[in-house]
Every structure is written in C-alpha cells, then in structure tokens.
C-alpha cells in the first residue's frame, strides 16, 4: 500500500528512450500540470513573452520576458501558464554523460530563477528553437542529430551555469554546495550525517563544514536538516501519506522521534505542520 503511494509520487518523461524533449509551454501535458508534482527529471524554462507564475518548493516566483527556470528532480512544482509563452527543455540525469565536464549535480541550485538581458536570452532561445527542429523532425533522428542536439543543449546548460555563478561569491565554493545539496536529495532517506556525505565527496567534513558556512551561510548539518524537513513537506503537499507512514518513508527510528524533529525546527506539531502546508493552494 505504501509502495504504490510513493509511485505516484514523481511525474516520469512519457517515452522512456529519449533523455531529452523539448515543447512548447502550452503543450497538452501527458499529467495534469494544473496539480502539484515534482519530476524524476529536469526542466529548463524559457519565458519569451507574457505573465504567470512559477511555483518551486514553496517558493512563488513571477513570470516575465527574458526569464529562465531550472527544476530539478524531486523538486515541487507548479507553473501557471497564464498567457505565457516559452519553451521547455526536459531532460533525464543520463544525458550528463553526453555533456562533459558538466555534472547534473552543478544545478541543484538555490537560484532556480534566472533573469537574462535580451542579448543572452534571444541566444538561449534560438539554441533551444534548434534543439525543437532536430528532435520534432518527422523522419527518425540520427545518432549525429541528436549529438547535435546535445551540443546545443550543453551550450545553453554552460550559459545558465555562468549565470547562477555570477550571483555567487566564489565559483568553486558554490560548486561544492551544489553537489552537497544534490546528494542530499538523492540519500535523504538513508544519510543524515555530514561525514557520510563528506566521505561520498572525498572532502574532509570539517572542509565541507566551512564550505556550507561560506556558501550559503548555514552549517553542513543545518544544510541537511532543511532538506530533510522540506522532503517532509513534500510529502505532505503531495500524497495521501499519514504522519506515521511518512516517519516510516523517510526511516525515522520512531514516530516518536519524527514529531521530536518537526517540532524541533517548526516549533509546530507534525499535525500543525501538515495543516499549515494543506492550506497553501486552498
């Protein structure tokens, strides 16, 4: 019964061969996009023209021209199209592979909005109308084409890289955290010491410590609590989980121990929190 609870939990890319699509904004979804959801993939969103607004781990950012969007999997998601229009690039962790030397783990990011002069948006855009020509051609697409699209893909991927860097203060540092975060949120379920991680990143934990301080101005293990306590909202928002079973979802030694926790960082109840989460879309 949990099992096929937790199933419906992400939003898969319809045809499993492909590792990269790309659609219009419009696109008539193969999943209701008017619920929340979060993807086992990511999206890049690029905004041409118009108004919406684009809902991220309960973040509400605004919609507008020049504006790009990165979600990364697992991330909760909503997108009010409005009468926006724009294009948005999806695509599976495996195609990092095909983009060397960028890693998946370089976007779990804090900034997932980007705003781009018309110059480097125009040029983003373009790359991505490509990318749409290759993929939606009517014969199959070769090998060589799809390295094509690839390509153009990386070029847009190393752009919006350079953005995001542009707003921290120190490029390796901002890329340390990013892979932190990134296997955060993949090994939620099971690791929550720093040194299990610090280990799976080769960095002494007391490195990767004052790496988090200087990056995002919170400890490793602070970094891995907020994690842990938006997973548990996530879960909230999303399925139709009681509080024991989302204890058990994310093995809590004993509920007893997850209410100790939620109320910890909170100061609410597991139950307050659930109510307080219910109540953000009604």
């Known amino acids: 019964m949990n099992q096929e609870r937790h199933k419906i939990d992400y939003v898969h890319l319809p045809d499993k061969g492909k590792m990269l699509d790309i659609q219009p904004l419009d696109y008539p979804n193969p999943y209701d996009y008017r619920q929340l959801h979060r993807h086992d993939y990511f999206e890049?969103?690029?905004i041409a023209r118009g108004e919406g607004a684009q809902w991220i781990d309960f973040t509400n950012l605004v919609l507008g021209p020049?504006?790009?969007?990165?979600?990364?999997?697992?991330?909760?998601?909503?997108?009010?199209?409005?009468?926006?229009?724009?294009?948005?690039?999806?695509?599976?962790?495996n195609i990092f592979e095909h983009l060397y030397p960028l890693k998946h783990h370089n976007f779990y990011?804090?900034?997932?909005?980007?705003?781009?002069?018309?110059d480097t948006f125009d040029h983003l855009y373009d790359l991505a109308q490509r990318i749409q020509a290759i993929l939606h051609t009517v014969t199959a697409v070769s090998p060589l084409s799809l390295q094509k699209a690839c390509s153009y893909?990386?070029?847009i991927l190393i752009s919006l890289l350079e953005l995001q860097q542009e707003r921290a203060n120190d490029n390796k540092t901002s890329m340390m955290v990013a892979q932190y975060i990134s296997l955060i949120t993949e090994n939620i379920r099971e690791k929550r010491k720093v040194g299990e991680y610090a280990e799976l990143m080769n960095c002494p934990p007391d490195k990767l410590n004052d790496l988090c301080k200087k990056g995002l101005g919170k400890t490793a293990l602070e970094i891995i609590h907020e994690e842990l306590l938006l997973e548990i909202r996530r879960l909230m928002l999303l399925n139709d989980l009681s509080l024991k079973e989302?204890?058990?979802?994310?093995?809590?030694?004993?509920?007893?121990?997850?209410?100790?926790?939620?109320?910890?960082?909170?100061?609410?109840?597991?139950?307050?929190?659930?109510?307080?989460?219910?109540e953000i879309h009604n």
């Open 44 to 46: 890049v969103i690029l």
């Open 66 to 93: 020049c504006k790009v969007f990165i979600v990364y999997p697992g991330q909760v998601h909503l997108l009010k199209r409005n009468n926006a229009d724009g294009l948005v690039l999806q695509f599976r962790k």
């Open 109 to 118: 990011n804090k900034f997932p909005e980007l705003q781009c002069s018309q």
């Open 153 to 155: 893909l990386q070029v």
């Open 246 to 278: 989302i204890a058990y979802e994310l093995n809590f030694d004993t509920p007893g121990n997850f209410n100790a926790f939620v109320k910890s960082k909170t100061n609410m109840t597991p139950g307050q929190l659930q109510q307080s989460v219910s």
